[in-house]
């Protein structure tokens, strides 16, 4: 009923219908929303001042949506927990660490090099000291025939008569 | 803040820098479930009546910087409540007819929408009635009705003559008369 006689009496001057009305309200209201209504407010105010801010200077701004357009990959390894992947044993190299191992391949490969080329060597004070005589006497008629007949042939030049050489020299002289 | 300080002193605090938020709280806890009635009554919806009074509150805060006091500080209040629940209410009247829902009474089906709803309790029937008048005799009756204001300070908030507001709320009670008693 209502508190100011006035009112009540103003609509029962209306109409008597008006005795019988209650003057309540049939909404129901939140829990607690008048208590968190105020800090609601100061929310709001605070994103009203940012809105505002950049009205003034950039109002285009206002109108992009503000979620990132960045995604982040679904994927199994993403969903475990952090602790039930095992995490790759990573292992750092220092400068020292790289120097000594440097030094040690380098003197693997000069050790390694002074061996082979040290077999390779040919013996030239052997050939030298030879007695060159003796050893062709010791080559038979027939193997000297065959590596002359061989080596001649490589050294003979084509089969072109003094004549031609000479025309030939003379027209490009 | 003491909820029962008076507006001057509530307003005092908002013109101190450094109660600036203690003088504001209090003006919102103050008025805040007047204003919030006020809304609901011609909005139903809580959510849309929520949206509304924080829009208020926020141009309150906005506003009380220049707040000239040759009018009081709750009828201010009720004028800034009052244009924003009219804009919310042609902002819903102009989204019907674009979704071409002109038959239907979207506040109405509001009413009938909440969970508590009875049509055959007066309390929900008097809801509709109120709902079957213009926004503006709505306001008029809701204001004598509910908040049991004067017609001066009515006058005052919506800038109409005491008689034009009188008249108003007696044919507002007599439509509604009508309405509860047909439906």
């Known amino acids: 009923m209502h508190t100011n006689k006035t009112i009540q009496q103003e609509l029962e001057a209306v109409s008597s219908f008006w005795n019988t009305i209650p003057s309540q309200m049939p909404y129901m209201v939140p829990t607690h929303y008048f208590e968190s209504l105020p800090s609601m407010v100061r929310a709001k105010i605070e994103t009203q001042a940012v809105y505002d801010e950049l009205e003034l200077v950039a109002p285009l701004l206002n109108t992009i949506p503000k979620q990132a357009g960045y995604h982040i990959p679904v994927s199994p390894v993403n969903a475990l927990p952090s602790n039930a992947v095992a995490k790759p044993s990573t292992k750092v190299f220092t400068w020292p660490k790289l120097a000594i191992a440097a030094a040690l391949i380098g003197a693997m490969v000069l050790v390694n090099f002074m061996y082979t080329s040290q077999k390779q060597a040919v013996d030239y004070s052997a050939y030298i000291g030879a007695d060159h005589q003796q050893i062709i006497e010791t080559i038979s008629d027939s193997t000297l025939t065959a590596y002359l007949d061989v080596h001649e042939k490589l050294i003979v030049t084509p089969d072109v008569s003094d004549q031609e050489l000479l025309e030939y020299i003379q027209s490009n002289n | ?183």
């Open chain 2, 1 to 183: 803040m003491d909820l029962h300080l008076d507006d001057t002193s509530l307003l005092a605090a908002f013109h101190n820098q450094t109660t600036k938020e203690k003088g504001y709280n209090g003006i919102v806890k103050k008025y805040q479930e007047k204003l919030y009635w006020h809304i609901r009554r011609m909005l139903v919806s809580h959510e849309d009546t929520n949206d509304v009074l924080q829009m208020v509150l926020v141009k309150v805060w906005n506003g009380l910087e220049n707040f000239r006091e040759d009018s009081k500080l709750y009828t201010w209040m009720y004028r800034i409540a009052t244009n924003e629940t009219l804009t919310f209410i042609e902002k819903e009247k102009k989204r019907a007819i674009v979704s071409l829902d002109q038959d239907s009474d979207t506040f109405r089906d509001k009413v009938k929408a909440d969970a508590h709803f009875d049509e055959n309790q007066l309390i929900w029937r008097l809801q509709l009635a109120i709902k079957s008048l213009p926004e503006k005799q709505q306001l008029v009756f809701n204001l004598r009705y509910y908040d049991e204001m004067p017609y001066h300070q009515m006058s005052e908030l919506l800038d109409t003559s005491e008689g034009a507001l009188k008249a108003s709320y007696h044919h507002a009670a007599k439509k509604i008369e009508e309405f509860i008693k047909s439906y």
